[in-house]
């Protein structure tokens, strides 16, 4: 299994700690591209509210997961790639063992295969696999009304970088010759 990446402790959110015998971890599957993974920002925040105390995990392109665990808005960021999912995909395909751990699976890929959603399901009882957005409204909406939430201007709030991680992107691009003033 590939590493999960891991934001740095010196400029990226500090990660949330829960002690091992309360945590009921969330892991939430999105392979999708940076705008469709932040159309998912509120979906991820409904997740949050609905369990505090436990661990939110998202599985999706490494830098992607990693962003979204510096931004904190989720608590562990994982390689989509090193979940091991294409075997689902057949029905003679080995079975993941990344999603052992976890209590609740959100799926929001696959759900078009029978096979894929049958295997998963079978390993994670009770996993969401969502079906696409439709076309009768905001992407977000949609993806919130999958994880059982309902649709709320609060979980659509700014993203706000913590200071450390604007300081330290601040420090780059000053060593690549940025002003401090030019956009």
């Known amino acids: 299994m590939a590493a999960s990446t891991t934001p740095c402790s010196r400029c990226c959110a500090p990660e ?3 002690a091992p015998e309360a945590v009921a971890r969330t892991l ?4 999708g591209a ?3 993974v932040l159309l998912a920002v509120p979906a991820l925040r409904a997740l949050r509210a609905a369990a505090p105390d ?16 510096a931004l904190g808005v989720v608590d562990r960021p ?13 029905e003679d395909g080995a079975a993941p063992g990344a999603l052992g751990d976890a209590a609740r699976v959100v799926c929001w890929f696959g759900a078009r295969d029978p096979v894929f ?17 439709g076309r009768d409204g905001p992407v977000w909406e949609h993806l919130v009304l999958t994880v059982g939430a309902a ?6 709030a700014p993203l706000a970088p913590p200071p450390p991680l604007v300081a330290d992107g601040r420090r780059r691009l000053s ?5 401090g003033r030019a956009p």
């Open 78 to 90: 994982l390689a989509f790639d090193g979940l091991g999912l294409d075997a689902l995909f057949t």
């Open 117 to 133: 959603v049958r295997r998963l399901t079978a390993l994670a009882p009770g996993a969401v696999v969502a079906p696409p957005a």
């Open 175 to 179: 060593a690549l010759g940025w002003d």
């Open 28 to 31: 939430v599957v999105h392979p």
């Open 34 to 36: 940076l705008g469709d």
């Open 16 to 18: 949330r700690r829960v």
């Open 54 to 69: 436990g661990e939110l995990a998202l599985a999706a392109q490494p830098r992607i997961a990693a962003l979204l665990a």
């Open 151 to 156: 649709p709320d201007a609060r979980w659509r």
